[in-house]
């Protein structure tokens, strides 16, 4: 856990006040505190919430300042109809990225500053996701200047040969998913579990994601009710 969630639990201890309560105070709904100190969204304060809060709490506003990387979790809103097949500029199967060797572009590149998440298995094909990346690597080109871009480790073979297991999926938050995009499907438990599964998408609409898996070859559904986030793979590489 980050200094800022720490202290932000410590001085609620101190002063017998709950999570909700001090949310209420604050101005946000019941859950906001939780949701910021379990699951780490938002990822920061907001200015207006970080200078009530440190009213609440009784500490300087700079304590409350800081973030510690953790899984972006903005998802993609649709601005209504069926998604339709549309000409995909983008990379095609065969040439979507594979970095073997991500160290080595390091020079033109800078500082490892990209948050890499791992998993393990989770039952049903699902994997769980860790709260805080576990490591930062080289910044590739398709992320060099994307705000909340972030790695994911995968465990597991139902993607390979095209993502095999162990290696990291980039992703990038913010591309709207596109039919024929391999994408990382999120899920948020209400005991803070972040399940996550990687697929293809093939087509969607209000209520589903209709998505496809390589090994064994397999089309299926996922309730959008469930899964809210859908977040586009631009590459992958291999972790060793």
């Known amino acids: 856990m980050d200094a800022v969630r720490k202290l932000i639990l410590e001085k ?5 006040l709950t999570m909700k309560e001090a949310s209420l105070r604050i101005g946000k ?38 973030r510690s990387p953790a899984l972006p979790t903005k998802g993609y809103v649709k601005s209504g109809g069926t998604a339709e097949v549309q000409p995909d500029n983008k990379l095609s199967e065969s040439e979507h990225i594979r970095i073997d060797k991500p160290l080595q572009i390091a ?13 393990a298995q989770g039952g049903s094909g699902a994997l769980i996701v860790t709260d805080l990346a576990v490591d930062y690597v080289v ?12 790695g994911m480790i995968v465990t597991g073979d139902s993607m390979s040969p095209r993502i095999e297991n162990g290696d990291t999926v980039l992703v990038n938050p913010h591309l709207p998913p596109r039919n024929g995009d391999t994408c990382v499907f999120r899920r948020h438990d209400d005991d803070g579990t972040v399940l996550a599964i990687v697929k293809k998408l093939r087509r969607y609409n209000d209520e589903t994601w209709y998505v496809a898996q390589h090994n064994p070859p397999r089309d299926f559904v996922l309730k959008r009710s469930e899964w809210q986030i859908c977040h586009v793979t631009v590459g992958s590489y291999f972790s060793r």
């Open 12 to 16: 609620l201890q101190e002063r017998g």
């Open 29 to 66: 709904s019941h859950s906001y505190l939780q949701q910021f100190l379990k699951r780490g969204i938002p990822t920061e304060l907001g200015e207006h919430e970080r200078s009530a809060l440190s009213g609440v709490l009784g500490v300087d506003e700079n304590a409350l300042r800081g």
């Open 107 to 119: 020079a033109i590149f800078g500082d490892r500053d990209l948050p890499v998440f791992g998993t």
């Open 139 to 150: 910044r590739p080109a398709p992320l060099l200047r994307v705000r909340d871009g972030y």
